[in-house]
């Protein structure tokens, strides 16, 4: 299976994807903890980019779409490995829908960027930790140029958005105790690989 983590910077995913790595490992689970941006050298490169200001603009927004795109690929045989058999189970800290959602410059559309996604596995379950702009914007480092608020405001409506059109997406609120995401987390995974 392929079980993607998704939120604004600031929601937990991090936290959130090793805990539930954790969990399913000591459940005899073959896990494996991936992360995009990823440590390839495109990964390397969208890392950089990620801290410029310039990374904003309307040309390096859709440069950054066309990097995380060639990122995801890096990973599309793994994935599609584990999607296979529920004997290996990879989970994700972002996916696809990122790009969905966070490049949302004007010149850039949701068309376009599934477009360049298009080879890019699906999740079978993606698990959207879900809290106000304002409320992450006090857990951020503010390290990435995305984290202020107005932006991070749009992205949360796009990720809403997406349960208008996307399958297989379950929002849980990223506001309660780190114990209480990890057992509804847990209680979501769960039902799906029917323990």
Known sequence: MYIVLEGIDGAGKSTQTQLL???LTKKGYNTKKIVEPTTSSIGKLIRQQLTNPESTNDINQQILTL???ADRLTLKKEINEAK???EKIIISDRSFYSSICYQNNPTITPEWVRLV???APRP???ILLDLTEKEAIKRCDKEEVFENTDFLEKTRKNYLNL???EEHIEVIDATQTL???QEKIIKTINEKLGL
């Open 67 to 69: 990097l995380f795109a």
């Open 163 to 165: 349960l208008k059109t």
């Open 84 to 86: 296979n058999t529920k």
């Open 117 to 119: 996604n298009q080879h």
């Open 21 to 23: 790595e954790q969990y």
């Open 179 to 181: 114990q209480e995401i």
């Open 124 to 126: 079978d379950l993606t």
